[in-house]
């Protein structure tokens, strides 16, 4: 089963309970304007990917290859997606549980992470 599919809908569950509990409909979105919200999607889009290649760089630079170059970018912006879509700062670990299922030790995947 692609679990992806069951994933990002869950992902959007806090999103809606922040945006209900605080009164925020469509229309305060639609205020800020499209040109401008999507600049801002298209911004934050661009640094998660530039933080996933950063991630696989210092990764490769220090462990040597132990993954491929696009899994450990994905890896990285994924575990950023989790942190900035759940109440609480979760996501490191995430990274830490990867690097440690492919060989890396604790300690070192801890520090990269």
């Given at each position: 089963m692609n679990w992806r599919i069951i994933a990002i809908p869950a992902t959007l569950i806090p999103i809606f309970i922040i945006a209900i509990q605080f009164d925020i409909k469509f229309e305060d979105v639609l205020a800020i304007?499209?040109?401008?919200f999507m600049l801002a999607v298209v911004a934050m889009m661009i640094k998660l990917?530039?933080?996933g290649i950063k991630?696989?760089?210092?990764?490769?630079?220090y462990l040597g290859k132990f993954d491929s170059f696009w899994k450990l970018t994905g890896v990285r912006?994924?575990?950023?997606?989790i942190k900035f879509t759940t109440?609480?700062?979760?996501g490191a670990e995430f990274v830490?549980?990867?690097?440690?299922?492919?060989?890396v030790t604790p300690s070192k995947s801890?520090?990269?992470a």
């Open positions: 304007g499209v040109i401008p990917g530039l933080q991630f696989a760089y210092i990764s490769h630079k912006i994924g575990s950023e997606f109440p609480m700062f979760v830490v549980i990867y690097i440690y299922t492919k060989g801890t520090w990269i």
